[in-house]
C-alpha cells in the first residue's frame, strides 16, 4: 500500500546514528542540520497524503502548518510513537526529540476539500488543489529540504519548488521562504507543460479533461503574456515559475480571479471560465498584471500599493508594446485607471493606482533626466541582476533606496517623500503635460509636440533610448 510507511529501519538505528552524532561533536565542529529529508506519498485515489519528515541533526522546535490542518489530521507519530500536539496559530510546538528524529502524519484532502472551502482545498475533476500548508508541515527556520513524492501511476504534481529529478519518485527541493508564505499544489490526472519563454520556462498546469485544441488556448494566453512581461528585463524575471490555470465553469468574465504566491518558489494561480474564446483572454489584462509582479520581489503587505502598482502600469504598458493596445488605448487605459484611484478615497482602487501614478512619473522621470537612458526597465533589470532575493520581503522605502543606488539618482526617494508629504492621490498633471498626454471629457488626446512626447512614445514602445 503507499500510504503505509513503517519505522523499523530508523528504529533499529537510531541510537547508532545518535553514537556517531555526539562523536561527530567531539572530533570536530559540523553543522546543527544539513538536509532533512521528506516523503509525501498519495493514495490511489488521491484523497489522502502521508508524510514523513526526517531532521538531519536536531529536530526543529516547532513545526508550522495551515490553520485548519489539524482538522483533517488522521494520526501524527514521532519516531514511531503516537503524540499530540497542541497547534496555536497554524504553529505547534514539538515534544523534545533526539537527533535524526522523524515525524509522521496523514491528512485527509478529500474531507478537506468537502468542507474546508476552496481556499484550503478544492476537488478537480481528477484530484485535488490545496495550499501546501495543508500537509507539507516544516520549520520555520529556513532549513534545507529535500522532498521525495510517491503518486500513483498517471498522476501528475504541480508544485512551485525546483525539481531535482522525476525517477524513480519524483525529488524536489522547496525554496527556504519562510513558513508563513502560502503555496498552492495540485495533484491529478493532468499534464505539466513547459511553456519556453526568454530566458525560461514556466510549468503550466491545466486542471480538466480538456483536447489539446483547448489546451493550446491557454498556453497560447499565458505564453503571450509572459512573453511581454520577459521583454521588460530581456528574459522572464525568474525561474520555473508554477503556473495553475482551473476551470471554474462560467462566469462573468474570463479570469475572474487569480493572484501570485510565493512559499516554496514563485507561482501564479488562474481561476478562469474556460468556455470563453481564446481572444476574450488575450483582450483581458490580468494575465500580464499578475506575471508582472514576478518583476519584484515580494513586497511586505503594507506597502502593497508598489507592487499592485507596477503590475497595474506595466498590464497597459506591456499591452501597447506587443500590440495588443495602440499607443492611444494603452495611455486611456491608463488614465481610467487613475481616475477611478482618485474617486476610490480609500481601498483597492487607491492602493493600484496611486502606485501605477508614482511609477508613470518615475520611470518619465528617469527618462528625461538620463536622455533616455535609463527608466524603469533598466532600474528593475539591475535590481534583478545585482540584489533579486526571492527569500524576503522588501518594504517600499528600502526598495526605492535600492533603486536610486543603483540608478544613481534620487528619483524613487523624492517620489516617495512627495507623496508622504501629500495625502492626496499622486498628481500627474505636470507629468502629462510635458508627456502630450491630455484628458479632455474622460478621452484621451496625444500632443505630438510637448516636451517628452519621444518619452511618451518610448514607453509604450520599450523604447531604449531618445536622443
Known amino acids: 500500500?503507499?500510504?503505509?510507511?513503517?519505522?523499523?529501519?530508523?528504529?533499529?538505528?537510531?541510537?547508532?546514528?545518535?553514537?556517531?552524532?555526539?562523536?561527530?561533536?567531539?572530533?570536530?565542529?559540523?553543522?546543527?542540520?544539513?538536509?532533512?529529508?521528506?516523503?509525501?506519498?498519495?493514495?490511489?485515489?488521491?484523497?489522502?497524503?502521508?508524510?514523513?519528515?526526517?531532521?538531519?541533526?536536531?529536530?526543529?522546535?516547532?513545526?508550522?502548518?495551515?490553520?485548519?490542518?489539524?482538522?483533517?489530521?488522521?494520526?501524527?507519530?514521532?519516531?514511531?510513537?503516537?503524540?499530540?500536539?497542541?497547534?496555536?496559530?497554524?504553529?505547534?510546538?514539538?515534544?523534545?526529540?533526539p537527533p535524526n528524529s522523524c515525524l509522521r502524519w496523514r491528512i485527509s484532502l478529500a474531507q478537506a476539500a468537502a468542507t474546508a472551502g476552496d481556499r484550503v482545498a478544492m476537488r478537480l475533476d481528477s484530484g485535488y488543489l490545496t495550499n501546501g500548508s495543508l500537509w507539507f508541515w516544516r520549520d520555520n527556520e529556513r532549513r534545507s529540504i529535500r522532498m521525495e513524492v510517491i503518486v500513483p501511476a498517471g498522476v501528475s504534481l504541480s508544485t512551485p519548488w525546483r525539481l531535482r529529478k522525476t525517477t524513480p519518485e519524483l525529488t524536489y527541493s522547496p525554496t527556504p521562504t519562510p513558513a508563513g508564505w502560502t503555496s498552492r499544489i495540485a495533484v491529478g490526472r493532468f499534464s505539466i507543460e513547459r511553456v519556453s519563454v526568454p530566458g525560461t520556462d514556466l510549468l503550466l498546469a491545466v486542471s480538466g479533461n480538456f483536447s489539446s485544441h483547448q489546451r493550446s488556448k491557454f498556453t497560447d494566453w499565458i505564453k503571450e503574456s509572459a512573453d511581454s512581461v520577459a521583454g521588460v528585463l530581456g528574459e522572464f524575471p525568474q525561474q520555473d515559475v508554477q503556473v495553475l490555470v482551473v476551470p471554474i465553469g462560467p462566469r462573468n468574465e474570463a479570469v475572474p480571479w487569480a493572484h501570485v504566491i510565493r512559499g516554496g518558489g514563485s507561482a501564479v494561480e488562474f481561476f478562469v471560465d474556460e468556455t470563453r474564446p481564446l481572444e476574450e483572454f488575450r483582450e483581458g489584462w490580468v494575465a500580464t498584471h499578475e506575471l508582472s509582479h514576478?518583476?519584484?520581489?515580494?513586497?511586505?503587505?503594507?506597502?502593497?500599493?508598489?507592487?499592485?502598482?507596477?503590475?497595474?502600469?506595466?498590464?497597459?504598458?506591456?499591452?501597447?508594446?506587443?500590440?495588443?493596445?495602440?499607443?492611444?488605448?494603452?495611455?486611456?487605459?491608463?488614465?481610467?485607471?487613475?481616475?477611478?484611484?482618485?474617486?476610490?478615497?480609500?481601498?483597492?482602487?487607491?492602493?493600484?493606482?496611486?502606485?501605477?501614478?508614482?511609477?508613470?512619473?518615475?520611470?518619465?522621470?528617469?527618462?528625461?533626466?538620463?536622455?533616455?537612458?535609463?527608466s524603469l526597465d533598466t532600474a528593475l533589470a539591475d535590481l534583478h541582476e545585482c540584489c533579486f532575493e526571492g527569500t524576503r520581503s522588501w518594504?517600499?522605502?528600502?526598495?526605492?533606496?535600492?533603486?536610486?543606488?543603483?540608478?544613481?539618482?534620487?528619483?524613487?526617494?523624492?517620489?516617495?517623500?512627495?507623496?508622504l508629504n501629500d495625502k492626496n492621490f499622486p498628481d500627474v498633471s505636470t507629468t502629462y503635460s510635458m508627456l502630450g498626454v491630455v484628458p479632455e471629457s474622460?478621452?484621451?488626446?496625444?500632443?505630438?509636440?510637448?516636451?517628452?512626447s519621444r518619452i511618451r512614445q518610448d514607453i509604450m514602445t520599450g523604447g531604449a533610448a531618445w536622443r
Open 1 to 97: 500500500m503507499h500510504n503505509t510507511l513503517v519505522y523499523h529501519g530508523f528504529i533499529n538505528n537510531h541510537a547508532l546514528k545518535s553514537s556517531l552524532l555526539a562523536l561527530l561533536f567531539l572530533v570536530a565542529p559540523v553543522a546543527l542540520y544539513g538536509e532533512d529529508n521528506y516523503r509525501a506519498v498519495f493514495s490511489e485515489d488521491l484523497g489522502q497524503v502521508t508524510v514523513t519528515a526526517c531532521f538531519d541533526g536536531p529536530a526543529p522546535s516547532h513545526i508550522y502548518h495551515d490553520d485548519v490542518a489539524p482538522s483533517f489530521t488522521e494520526s501524527i507519530q514521532a519516531n514511531g510513537r503516537d503524540i499530540q500536539l497542541t497547534p496555536r496559530y497554524g504553529k505547534a510546538r514539538l515534544p523534545d526529540l
Open 294 to 374: 514576478l518583476l519584484l520581489p515580494l513586497i511586505t503587505r503594507k506597502d502593497r500599493w508598489l507592487s499592485e502598482g507596477l503590475a497595474s502600469y506595466y498590464q497597459n504598458v506591456l499591452r501597447a508594446r506587443d500590440g495588443r493596445l495602440t499607443e492611444q488605448q494603452a495611455w486611456q487605459r491608463l488614465n481610467s485607471g487613475f481616475e477611478r484611484g482618485r474617486r476610490g478615497t480609500h481601498g483597492v482602487m487607491r492602493e493600484y493606482w496611486s502606485g501605477a501614478a508614482i511609477l508613470l512619473k518615475a520611470d518619465s522621470r528617469l527618462r528625461a533626466l538620463t536622455d533616455g537612458q535609463q
Open 395 to 419: 518594504k517600499a522605502r528600502e526598495m526605492f533606496t535600492e533603486l536610486d543606488r543603483l540608478t544613481g539618482l534620487d528619483v524613487f526617494s523624492e517620489l516617495l517623500q512627495e507623496q
Open 442 to 452: 474622460g478621452d484621451i488626446f496625444l500632443d505630438a509636440k510637448a516636451p517628452w
